[in-house]
């Protein structure tokens, strides 16, 4: 059973910086995959990093692409997001996933578990 815990959310200013992680225990097979969602308040979750842990591929969502950085450290068995230059839209509970990928056109990330958030809040 594969357990993540999310860590490092909080309040901050736009433009400021935030770094979460994703502790994730149990066995994660070398084939799968991980991702941050967030979900903010009367919106649907979207997918907003996902990351293939057999080579560190990586896509990030137009828009917060050059702002976001997905990442790893493998001996640690942690996932990060590094924010930077955050912006209230940005605001939103972030959660940290991991699944199976499923290749078609691109890669997706199937999640199979997931964590129980961590709150991003951004004030202009």
């Known amino acids: 059973q594969v357990q993540l815990v999310e860590s490092g959310g909080g309040s901050v200013q736009a433009g400021g910086t935030l770094r979460l992680s994703c502790a994730a225990a149990?066995?994660?097979?070398?084939?799968?995959?991980m991702a941050w969602f967030r979900q903010a308040p009367g919106k649907e979750r979207e997918e907003v990093a996902r990351?293939?842990?057999?080579?560190?591929?990586?896509t990030e969502l137009d828009s917060v692409r050059g702002r976001f950085t997905i990442s790893r450290d493998k001996a640690k068995n942690t996932l990060y997001l590094q924010m930077v230059s955050l912006k209230p839209e940005d605001t939103a509970m972030y959660y940290c996933?991991?699944?199976?990928?499923?290749?078609?056109?691109?890669?997706?990330?199937?999640?199979?578990?997931w964590g129980r958030g961590t709150q991003v809040t951004v004030s202009s």
């Open positions: 990351i293939l842990l057999r080579d560190d591929a990586s």
């Open positions: 149990g066995v994660i097979d070398r084939t799968d995959c």
């Open positions: 996933a991991a699944g199976r990928p499923y290749y078609g056109l691109t890669w997706s990330c199937e999640t199979e578990h």
